[in-house]
């Protein structure tokens, strides 16, 4: 079993939160695979935005 960082974990739920603002339980409900699908998702909206 592969333990991730508490740091990477808090980075990616503030995220996540910051732009679709999701509530933190929502945000945990995701698994990681989940969690960074969506991050590259905000991060290819930003980038057509920016």
Same mark, same amino acid.
């Given at each position: 079993?592969?333990?991730?960082? @508490?740091?990477?974990? /808090? @980075?990616? +739920? ?8 999701? @509530?933190?339980?929502? +945000?945990?409900?995701?698994?990681? =695979?989940? /969690? /960074? ?7 290819? =909206?930003?980038? /057509?935005?920016?």
């Amino acid at each position: 079993m592969k333990v991730y960082a @508490s740091a990477n974990l /808090r @980075s990616e +739920i503030a995220y996540i939160a910051y732009h679709f603002h999701w @509530s933190h339980d929502e +945000i945990l409900g995701l698994d990681h =695979i989940q /969690r /960074r699908t969506y991050i590259k998702q905000i991060n290819q =909206i930003n980038q /057509r935005l920016g």
